[in-house]
């Protein structure tokens, strides 16, 4: 059983999208609790994708075991030696890319490169422009300020298909919604529009 309380819960919307590109989670336990997690919801809903945890009390993570030959490794970082993640990119091999993401805040992120020395010659991976229609409804100006899920629809938008994106997006969508009904934020703003109603 879920442990999120009924409302929350994302389970009866929870897809499960099987993928040749693998996602590997690089988080934090602190960042686990927080409501505004949505790591974890894509962890969930890719099969083909591992959460990697780390924090205080914990061995220092080793993600060597990452690299392998099965997957072209890339690091989901907008350092500035970033490339642009596009078709492209993503035509030069027929390998499958596995993507390593930093979840929780970028600021957190950014010690990547010290914790991590095994990922120094992991190529990093941006993406800039994220003005595609579906993605504005949280109106990001930057990419580095998207939800990790977010992130990672937009990115599997790229390497895998629109389908993909749009399956995230929706979860995404869902996840704010109950996040905002938990609060009572939403029931909120439907009670004062039927205050306005009355006014008129
Ligand atoms: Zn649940």
């Not at 934090?28 to 591992?50: C, D, K, P």
């Not at 060597?64 to 970082?77: A, G, N, S, V």
Request: net charge positive.
């Amino acid at each position: 059983m879920c442990a999120a309380s009924r409302l929350l819960c994302l389970c009866d919307v929870m897809p499960k999208i099987e993928l040749s590109t693998r996602i590997c989670l690089v988080v934090h336990h602190r960042e686990l609790t927080r409501s505004s997690n949505t790591g974890l919801l894509a962890h969930r809903a890719l099969v083909n994708s591992e959460m990697r945890i780390r924090g205080e009390g914990r061995e220092p993570l080793d993600l060597k075991d990452l690299l392998i030959p099965e997957y072209r490794t890339f690091l989901f970082y907008p350092s500035d030696d970033a490339v642009e993640l596009n078709k492209d990119l993503v035509g030069e091999q027929p390998t499958p890319i596995q993507l390593i993401v930093p979840d929780g805040t970028w600021r957190q992120a950014r010690k990547l490169h010290s914790r991590h020395p095994e990922l120094k010659h992991v190529p990093r991976v941006k993406i800039s422009a994220a003005n595609n229609s579906i993605f504005q409804l949280r109106a990001q100006s930057r990419p580095e300020r998207m939800a990790t899920l977010q992130a990672i629809a937009y990115a599997l938008r790229i390497i895998e298909s629109n389908l993909v994106a749009a399956q995230l997006m929706k979860l995404y969508h869902l996840k704010i919604e109950r996040t905002l009904i938990g609060r009572g934020l939403l029931r909120q703003s439907t009670e004062r529009a039927q205050g306005n109603e009355e006014l008129q």
